[in-house]
């Protein structure tokens, strides 16, 4: 999938260009019309706004957010069985909790292969710093990852939106389209398989 290496020195044209990629993709996954393809991304469009300001509070960043949010409806727009998902925003919602985890488990790939060490002036590396406490520190930060990985999809979702974003139950569940009980249960089990694992790893 093409990245959107987009600018932002004209936001109007950038954002009119994006959703045209997005109408492109439903069209060229599902071989629909082009109305039909609007109308999608107009249901993109709607979430847009909420979707933003989600991603922007986790990578601090707003241009960053908005590129996440295209990678997004670009891989709903991707799905073969678009036309007969029920609750087609809980799976938007869902596609872009797996996209922050992908960008995580990016930046960490990146900062384990160039590990910053503090330097001194005097004596080059830093006095206080521990390197024995330190790789144990990017280990467990290695296996809690990994951890979060090994969970199934909506299971590892609703943790996210729970634990991460910080929404009520119901929140949880009108968003994914599920019970509260079964909020409810993914969220026990999460945290009983990440338990274990972590566990299993000391």
Do not use: C
Not at 50 to 66: G, I, N
Not at 129 to 146: K, M, N, Q, T, W
Not at 158 to 163: H, K, Q, T
């Amino acid at each position: 999938m093409a990245a959107l290496a987009l600018t932002y020195d004209h936001a109007p044209q950038r954002l009119a260009l994006a959703w045209r990629l997005v109408q492109n993709a439903v069209m060229d996954a599902h071989n629909a019309t082009e109305e039909r393809a609007e109308a999608l991304a107009e249901r993109f469009a709607s979430l847009r706004g909420s979707l933003v300001s989600w991603f922007t509070r986790r990578v601090s960043d707003a241009h960053d957010a908005e590129d996440l949010v295209q990678e997004s409806f670009l891989r709903v727009a991707q799905q073969p069985d678009l036309d007969a998902m029920e609750h087609l925003d809980g799976y938007i919602y869902r596609t872009a909790a797996n996209v922050l985890t992908d960008r995580y488990r990016h930046v960490n790939r990146l900062k384990r292969r160039a590990v910053l060490v503090p330097i001194d002036d005097d004596h080059g590396v830093a006095d206080e710093i521990d390197p024995h406490r330190d790789l144990a520190g990017r280990l467990e930060l290695d296996a809690l990852s990994e951890a979060m990985m090994s969970l199934p999809e909506r299971t590892r979702v609703v943790f996210i939106l729970r634990r991460v974003e910080g929404l009520r139950y119901k929140e949880i569940g009108i968003r994914l389209g599920i019970s509260v009980s079964a909020v409810e249960k993914h969220v026990t089990k999460a945290l009983e398989l990440l338990a274990l694992r972590m566990e299993s790893w000391q």
